[in-house]
């Protein structure tokens, strides 16, 4: 077993004791700050009030204050650049399809002005000047939209299949678009006045690119794209020069570039890299000259970087396994941190928590795996549970996860893999289990089971799995392929049928899914053999099924007809159904009955021990 054995920066293991629970949620997790223009404020959200909403903190105070968005969780925000306003993307009910509202810093004039009826609202920015929102609405199709957050008016730019709003130049002349499935994503320049579109970049035939945004005199375009190397780099188009290839600006043939947050001041980008496994590492570019200084990291893992307008000031997310969620504070000029909450840290938490490890394995096919093994105290080998995360694009990283140190506490091990179709490893990785590689996605599932057996940490016959979203549908897949390899399950939120997961989903997620799953029409047999309802009668061992009731990303009768057939066949099986949240479960309260009801069933399935945990 090769096991990278470097200390995490963040976390600190828990002391040697006997039986201990799990470590106490902490009083909310803070993320997704977004910092007034003059860098004096900054709002975020926190659960610490038992759904995400928006909190608003002077950098200097002790105490924040909340702001009232109504009863439904908050997903992300944004400061105007003129200081007038907070937008809010707001998930009804929890569930996917999200609206857009606007209110001023101190929580008056709250009203909606996108994501009516049945679209679904997302926010791309700010107009430099004012306050005029860049927004896409979707629903059977993208809708690029401007709205004034003072007077509520709308001006559409542009509809298409698949169109998403990342730009709008200042004189509002020309908009940058991403079009195209997941993947396999492209930009394109849209002439506002004559409706001509163009593609940014010639078709390489491979990658994809996500993010962009115009250079600060509007003859640039900076992107992050795959599509000219196997790990995502950040570059540059200039606009000028359309025949010239883009220009190279930022990227390490280490890691990959997961976000680069632009200053408004086109003077820098804070750029946030993906290392091998899924740590984080910050850098930031000066466009000007081209150097590049990086800045310690304060966690495991950071996201939602954003400058304030100003760009004296840089806000961004950080959290590690024994580390929650929390906003911190950089200075751009001399890379100095400090958290935003003055309680940040391990006295949040306590001394509890277990640090994971980074485990290399191969694939039944010869394939390069890894994951992060969490391990009780005392020697192996334990029951073991392996958690496969949702996605598939996404990546099981070292992050805050009280679901893992909870089984933990119970003697359960938890191994929790990157198999192919996971971001943060390149290209070709991300891309290996689309269509019929997705066999080869269930068979590393197996792969990782023989292996844990192999290597002394599992105990054979109290191996289970775990997931959620795609995840879900990996626990749902391995159980009836490889039947015997596992004595029980939990899926929250899987796919159990590719054809009524087509039929029920979203409009907007099933066109883009085609280029992960498949085309339910073209490649209809493939989708049925993938599908775990096709095979179901194989299924033998006690499943609990976990969805939320307004999931309309997977429909909540995914989980429903897989019960109803366990049922039928006399399997033992659990089926809870979380009232008020969706595909995401954004209430701490559907968060720990998920986390509650998945513990209490694999230690039970499992027969785990419960002592000596550290």
């Known amino acids: 077993m090769s096991v990278r054995t470097e200390v995490p920066r963040t976390t600190r293991r828990a ?18 700050p977004a910092p007034s223009p003059d860098g004096r404020q900054v709002a975020f959200l926190s659960d610490r009030a038992g759904t995400p909403g928006v909190w608003v903190r002077d950098v200097d105070a002790v105490e924040a204050v909340a702001l009232f968005t109504g009863d439904d969780p908050v997903l992300s925000l944004s400061w105007s650049p003129d200081g007038q306003w907070l937008a809010c993307v707001v998930a009804p009910g929890g569930a996917p399809r999200t609206e857009l509202w606007v209110l001023r810093p101190d929580g008056s004039r709250r009203r909606q002005v996108a994501g009516f009826d049945r679209r679904s609202a997302a926010l791309a920015g700010w107009l430099p000047e004012g306050a005029v929102l860049m927004v896409t609405e979707t629903d059977e199709r993208g809708r690029a939209v401007l709205v004034d957050a003072g007077t509520g008016h709308r001006r559409v730019l542009a509809e298409g299949d698949l169109l998403t709003l990342l730009d709008v130049t200042p004189d509002v002349g020309v908009a940058l678009l991403r079009r195209g499935p997941r993947n396999a994503r492209w930009l394109e320049l849209l002439d506002v006045a004559t409706g001509e579109r163009r593609r940014l970049v010639p078709d390489t035939g491979q990658g994809s690119t996500d993010q962009g945004w115009f250079g600060p005199d509007g003859t640039s375009v900076l ?44 003077r820098r980008v804070a750029l946030l890299w993906n290392t091998y496994g899924g740590r984080s590492e910050m850098s930031l570019l000066d466009l000007a000259g081209g150097v590049q200084r990086a800045v310690v990291a304060p966690g495991e893992v950071l996201d939602d970087a954003v400058f304030a307008a100003g760009g004296d000031l840089l806000c961004l997310t950080a959290q590690g396994p024994v580390q929650p969620r929390e906003v911190w504070l950089v200075d751009p000029a001399s890379g100095a941190l400090r958290p935003l909450r003055p309680d940040t840290g391990v006295a949040r938490t306590g001394d509890g928590g277990v640090a994971p490890h980074l485990v290399d394995l191969r694939a039944r096919d010869g394939l390069p795996l ?47 893999p990157n198999v192919r179709g996971s971001s943060g490893f390149g290209r070709s990785f991300v891309a290996a289990d689309n269509l019929a590689g997705r066999y080869g996605a269930i068979a590393d599932v197996a792969a990782c089971a023989d292996f844990l057996v192999d290597s002394g940490v599992a105990r054979p016959g109290q191996l289970g799995c775990l997931g959620r979203s795609y995840g879900g549908y990996l626990v749902l897949a391995v159980l009836v392929n490889f039947p015997g390899l596992f004595a029980a399950g939990v899926a929250e939120c899987g796919i159990s049928d590719f054809h009524t997961f087509y039929a029920g989903t979203e409009p907007w997620i099933a066109a883009a899914a085609v280029s992960k799953y498949g085309d339910p029409q073209r490649d209809a047999e493939l989708l049925r053999d993938l599908s775990p309802m096709t095979h179901l009668d194989r299924l033998d061992v006690p499943v609990m099924l976990i969805h939320g009731a307004n999931d309309t990303n997977v429909p909540a009768g995914e989980s429903a007809q897989v019960a109803q057939a366990l049922a039928a066949r006399d399997v033992p099986h659990g089926h809870l159904v979380l009232a008020g949240d969706g595909h995401d479960f954004l209430t701490r309260a559907n968060a720990e009955a998920a986390r509650t009801a ?13 002592t000596t945990v550290g």
């Open 15 to 32: 002391r040697p004791v006997g039986h201990r629970p799990a470590p106490p949620l902490p009083p909310g997790e803070d993320h997704a």
């Open 598 to 610: 998945t513990t209490t069933w694999l230690t039970r399935h499992l027969a785990a021990a419960t």
């Open 223 to 266: 992107a992050r794209t795959d599509a000219f190397s196997e790990l995502a780099a950040l570059v540059r188009v200039d606009l000028t020069r359309p025949e010239q290839p883009p220009t190279r600006l930022a990227g390490r043939p280490d890691a990959e570039l997961e976000q680069a947050a632009p200053s408004a001041d086109g």
């Open 370 to 416: 890894s994951g992060w093994l969490y391990r009780p105290a005392g020697p192996g080998p334990w029951p073991t549970a392996i958690s496969l995360h949702g996605g598939p694009e996404a990546q099981e990283r070292p992050c805050y996860n009280p679901l893992f140190q909870a089984l933990v506490a119970q003697g359960i091990a938890v191994f929790a």
